[in-house]
């Protein structure tokens, strides 16, 4: 899922800490050696070195689930956060964000990923388990909604004409059901899976409540978001939605159809997402981080890291970062 990966946070951290280690090893234990500070402690060792040892004690396993959306971020943070930590593994799934909150509510995953704000039912679930957490905003997308490339005549489509698609018993059969003028070919409908919070998002955005869609056998759910980009790509008459970061990844395979709000046609952007141009489809993206969980050191560095970090590599797989004040924000909840 990645691309742009031009910048190496934790490269360079890697760095520092070894060119930090061969100047201990040459100036011996009485030296005071390059810290940033230059200060040293009772025992000789400056606090570059003292932070090098922290770091480099590091262990254990980060379970994390939830939203294939977040997933790209999550695991571009997770790569180099074990770049700097290698005893540290960071094993991410993708069962959707409802799926991984139902992981979370159990104690089995540290951390969640989510496309959506959790429910009200999830959060009862949580205090019912005595599972105390934090909600992190940590990036923004636009559902993007996509034909197959071969289609040449869908070059918008409505809020209302998407609802008329997929609203519960929609009597959308062929495309001429949903505009006059285009062909009377049955359309083949795609969606992400019930327990993903795309699902959540885009039914409750464009049909009015949550979980609310057609389900019918024109309608194909699919828990691997991969699975509706394949759909859409392999039949002229096929539609479906999903993160743009998934558009973004295979664009040359798929349309990105503009969405008229009733305001203006705008299609999704790094730009038009940012400013909320892109209505009502644009969203915000979660961590949700359990507080039993960050009392292990390795879980904090890892969460203090994502917060530093995500807003340089949110755009690289797709998504528009917050702006810095915002994560100090959200670093600002984590302290409380």
């Known amino acids: 899922m990645f691309r742009k990966r031009g910048r190496k946070p934790a490269g360079i951290l890697v760095l520092v800490l070894m060119l930090s280690a ?3 090893a040459c100036g011996g234990g009485n030296s005071t050696t390059g810290s940033a500070s230059g200060e040293t402690n009772s025992n000789g060792s400056s606090a570059q070195q003292e932070e090098s040892k922290t770091t480099d004690a590091l262990s254990g396993t980060i379970e994390i689930d939830g939203s294939s959306t977040v997933h790209p971020l999550t695991e571009a943070i997770a790569e180099e956060f074990g770049a700097a930590n290698p005893d540290v593994r960071v094993p991410i799934g993708t069962g959707g964000t409802g799926a991984g909150f139902k992981r979370f509510a159990t104690g089995e995953i540290a951390i969640a990923n989510a496309s959506r704000p959790i429910k009200d039912t999830e959060a009862e679930e949580l205090k019912k388990n005595n599972v105390e957490y934090n909600e992190v905003l940590v990036a923004y997308d636009g559902l993007s909604v996509v034909v ?26 062929t495309w001429a059901d949903v505009r006059e003028g285009w062909p ?6 795609y969606s992400p ?16 409540e949550a979980q ?17 980009v394949q759909g859409v790509a392999g039949d002229k008459n096929s539609i479906g939605y999903f993160g743009f970061s998934f558009y973004e990844e295979n664009q040359d395979k798929l349309k990105l159809i503009p969405i ?24 915000p993206l979660y961590i949700y981080v359990s507080k039993k969980e960050m009392e292990r050191p390795e879980v904090k560095a890892f969460v203090d890291f994502y917060l530093e970090n995500a807003g340089s590599l949110a755009g690289e797989v797709g998504f528009v970062p917050l702006q810095d ?12």
Request: aromatic fraction near 8%.
């Open 325 to 336: 004040e915002q994560y100090e924000e959200e670093k600002g909840k984590l302290a409380q």
């Open 260 to 283: 008229d709000n009733g305001t203006a046609t705008v299609s999704p952007s790094m730009e038009t997402i940012k400013d909320n141009s892109y209505a009502p489809l644009s969203r």
């Open 193 to 208: 899976g019930t327990d993903h919070g795309t699902f959540d998002y885009f039914t409750e955005a464009i049909n009015g």
């Open 148 to 173: 197959n490339p071969e289609n040449d005549f869908v070059d918008k489509l409505t809020v209302d004409e998407l609802k008329k698609i997929y609203e519960p018993n929609s009597k959308v059969k």
């Open 22 to 24: 061969i100047l201990a």
């Open 212 to 228: 609310s869609s057609r389900n019918d056998s024109q309608i194909t759910f699919s828990a691997d978001t991969n699975a509706v």
């Open 184 to 189: 009377a070919e049955e359309i083949k409908i």
